[in-house]
T-cell receptor, first 115, second 114 residues
Framework: DTAVSQTPKYLVTQMGNDKSIKCEQN?????MYWYKQDSKKFLKIMFS???????INETVPNRFSPKSPDKAHLNLHINSLELGDSAVYFC??????????????FGQGTRLTVV | AQKVTQAQTEISVVEKEDVTLDCVYE???????LFWYKQPPSGELVFLIR??????QNEISGRYSWNFQKSTSSFNFTITASQVVDSAVYFC???????????FGGGTRLMVKP
């Protein structure tokens, strides 16, 4: 069983479209994240959700809207896609804070290409 | 605010050489966690190690070893007798208590040639 799974793995779409990336974790973790990796391999946090509540939003354009229907799912919806949104998006999960601070488990990544 | 710096953007070695990947971090917290992840050409992020700020013991796992020095805010990673399969991008990362979000360094691309 895959611990953190995200779909699709590849996504090619035209500018201006709206698209979603889905993420699910079966680890029972409280916290889920979205990270963006750009073409230079820089990895940066976008959002963090704890028990379905947003706790971190790192100055991401409001065209990006995460949605967490339950603590095992964190989907990323992107409106009006732009060329600069092309990147690899990673979903991750971990237990929350303090003594539970362990490594984050990452999904396989979704390579988004906007043409 | 926290910051992680991996000054080496790319390293190339010949198989069986030892190689050290440097990582320097900045944080105001007294409690924090340091990580190394490997990203092979296939693209996934593979967890290698976690270290908390109170544990400065060095760690060895097979050909991998890590040297954590709070005095210099460094958490360096050494691969002994490198192999072609070690070719990957390696990321050092820092997490403070709140939210467990990771701040990544820029990554070091390691190329091991046969």
């Amino acid at each position: 069983d895959t611990a953190v799974s995200q779909t699709p793995k590849y996504l090619v779409t035209q500018m201006g479209n709206d698209k979603s990336i889905k993420c699910e974790q079966n680890l029972g973790h409280d916290t889920m994240y979205w990270y963006k990796q750009d073409s230079k391999k820089f990895l940066k946090i976008m959002f963090s959700y704890n028990n379905k509540e947003l706790i971190i939003n790192e100055t991401v354009p409001n065209r990006f809207s995460p949605k967490s229907p339950d603590k095992a799912h964190l989907n990323l919806h992107i409106n009006s896609l732009e060329l600069g949104d092309s990147a690899v998006y990673f979903c991750a999960s971990s237990p929350y804070g303090g003594d539970k601070n362990t490594e984050a488990f990452f999904g396989q990544g979704t390579r988004l290409t906007v043409v | 605010a926290q910051k992680v710096t991996q000054a080496q953007t790319e390293i190339s070695v010949v198989e069986k050489e030892d190689v050290t990947l440097d990582c320097v971090y900045e944080t105001r917290d007294t409690t924090y966690y340091l990580f190394w992840y490997k990203q092979p050409p296939s693209g996934e992020l593979v967890f290698l190690i976690r270290r908390n700020s109170f544990d400065e013991q060095n760690e060895i796992s097979g050909r991998y070893s890590w040297n954590f020095q709070k005095s210099t805010s460094s958490f360096n990673f050494t691969i002994t007798a490198s192999q072609v399969v070690d070719s990957a991008v390696y990321f050092c990362a820092l997490s403070e208590n709140a939210g467990n979000m990771l701040t990544f360094g820029g990554g070091t691309r390691l190329m091991v040639k046969p």
